[in-house]
């Protein structure tokens, strides 16, 4: 199997295990990895998406994470 450096939307999809109409939307609400814009393509760089999803890595469902922003007092 050859290692691509950037995938489809389809191809992340394939990748993740998450389909490729959730990424979709994920990408319209800004909820996913960055990607790349080609004319009308879209790519997926995937180092950096492997990244964005170990970031989410939670221990459990009650885990909200770090915040990305301070929270104001």
Do not use: C, Q
Request: proline letters at 5%.
């Amino acid at each position: 199997m050859d290692f691509k450096e950037y995938v489809t939307t389809y191809e992340l999809a394939d990748l993740t295990g998450i389909s490729a109409s959730t990424w979709n939307k994920r990408r319209l609400t800004g909820d996913s990895p960055l990607f790349v814009k080609v004319g009308k393509s879209v790519r997926y760089h995937v180092p950096t998406a492997k990244a964005w999803l170990a970031e989410r890595a939670r221990r459990s469902t009650s885990d909200l994470g770090s915040p990305s922003k301070p929270e104001a007092a």
